[in-house]
């Protein structure tokens, strides 16, 4: 069965760093694009990042471009999402999702699995 544990959340002041990881296990973490998305308290999940099965391609979010990075170690499979310069409005539960087909997609319906989540709390 899959899974996808998130960590590395937690309490920081804006303009502070954390970095998020994601373990993977139970499917074959290289043929997999993965993402990570973001829900805030009464607000839709949003899209925040994603890498292609190689980590040759990326996609971000605006309002997280040049602030976020992600990357990817196949070897461990293992996936995280470096956050830098982080603001109040990025506070919000963080999720990681596998993607068919090592998809990059910012939409939510293309990742079949999904993590529970780490709590990312920035305070001003």
């Known amino acids: 069965q899959v899974q996808l544990v998130e960590s590395g959340g937690g309490l920081v002041q804006a303009g502070g760093s954390l970095r998020l990881s994601c373990a993977a296990s139970?499917?074959?973490?290289?043929?997999?694009?993965m993402g990570w998305f973001r829900q805030a308290p009464g607000k839709e999940r949003e899209f925040v990042a994603a890498i292609s099965w190689s980590g040759g391609d990326t996609n971000y979010a605006d309002s997280v471009k040049g602030r976020f990075t992600i990357s990817r170690d196949n070897a461990k499979n293992t996936v995280f999402l470096q956050m830098n310069s982080l603001k109040p409005e990025d506070t919000a539960v963080y999720y990681c999702?596998?993607?068919?087909?090592?998809?990059?997609?910012?939409?939510?319906?293309?990742?079949?699995?999904w993590g529970q989540g780490t709590q990312v709390t920035v305070s001003s």
């Open positions: 999702a596998a993607g068919y087909l090592g998809t990059i997609s910012s939409r939510p319906n293309q990742y079949p699995y």
């Open positions: 139970g499917l074959v973490f290289a043929r997999y694009g």
